[in-house]
């Protein structure tokens, strides 16, 4: 799987847990927090839903962390990392 399908899954994943945000309003320096409004509730149903929408990830719940939600860009780092792909390439 290329790193921009990986990207678009992650974005399709806030907009199923986020509600009231659009596609237009995810970008990549985006906030999950401040700018999105990501909760803790919807941050799990958005890690259930990057588990279920791409192939060969799965959450490590002994290295993930908060920094990992900062933005777009430490989730899509956070992904690629599980998956032993370089993120030095992006």
């Not at 990549?28 to 803790?40: A, F, P, R, T, V």
């Not at 719940?61 to 992904?79: C, G, M, R, S, W």
Request: aromatic share 8%; hydrophobic share 40%.
């Amino acid at each position: 799987m290329d790193t921009d399908k990986i990207l678009d899954i992650i974005k399709d994943g806030l907009l199923d847990s986020i509600p009231n945000i659009t596609k237009e309003e995810i970008l990549i320096e985006s906030h999950l927090k401040n700018d999105l409004g990501i909760d803790s509730l919807s941050s799990m149903f958005f890690l259930t839903y990057l588990e279920d929408n791409i192939n060969g990830f799965e959450v490590n719940p002994d290295n993930i962390e908060a920094k990992h939600f900062n933005t777009l860009q430490t989730i899509f780092e956070y992904v690629l990392t599980e998956m032993s792909i370089d993120v030095s390439v992006l």
